[in-house]
């Protein structure tokens, strides 16, 4: 190492030897200041443990609280289930019950169907349309004189309105295996082509 000095500075003046222990006599502690910062710092070490020791002991036993809940659900869930299934079986049976009760009201109303189309011939109403009614050919007094004649001695007769006649339809032929049909929720039916 180079040192460049320059003779016309003064030299700096340091001081006698003694100034400098002096200085480091006082930062120097004493035996009893660091016995009582050692001990203060052991007592806030020791104060965080025990705070920290408490609190560990409440979270075991809030879980062992738990555990022990969670012991009770297992057997509180098999009860809910054995409940939901005895609901569950019991509204099964009363919709198969209801189920079969609709189920024979409507083949009693569809045997009352069959029994009424049995009874009522369609061929009787053909036969009453297709004869002819007579012809009166009256001259225009006869009319006259029938007409004053009814009006006198017979109350008007009213026409009974005749039996509607029923229409079979026939059925529609069978869907063409080219179209796919698709019914919508508003009820219309639509045919697709399937390629």
């Known amino acids: 190492m180079t040192m460049i000095s320059d003779p016309d500075m003064p030299a700096i003046d340091i001081g006698p030897a ?15 200041r660091m016995i009582g910062v050692v001990a203060v710092g052991a007592l806030l070490i020791t104060a965080v443990n025990i705070t920290a020791a408490v609190y560990f002991y409440r979270g ?8 022990r ?29 209801l189920d079969s009760q609709l189920q024979g009201s409507f083949n009693e109303v569809k045997g009352s169907i069959a029994r009424l189309e049995q009874e009522l011939p369609l061929d ?47 059925a529609p032929p069978p869907p063409n295996s080219s179209y796919q049909r698709i019914v919508r929720p508003d009820g219309k039916v639509h045919y697709k082509k399937i390629n």
């Open 124 to 170: 009787s109403d053909d036969e009453m349309s297709s004869i002819a009614e007579p012809s009166v050919i009256m001259t225009s007094t006869m009319a006259e004189a029938a007409t004053d004649l009814e009006e006198a001695t017979e109350p008007s007769i009213v026409e009974a309105p005749r039996p509607l006649k029923r229409k079979i339809a026939a």
């Open 60 to 67: 075991i036993n809030d879980l062992r609280l738990v555990e």
């Open 69 to 97: 809940r969670l012991e009770q659900l297992g057997s509180f869930e098999q009860r809910i289930a054995a409940r939901l299934d005895t609901v569950n079986n019991g509204f099964q049976s009363r919709f198969e019950k």
């Open 18 to 32: 003694t100034h400098t222990e002096e200085q480091a006599a006082v930062w120097k502690p004493s035996n009893a």
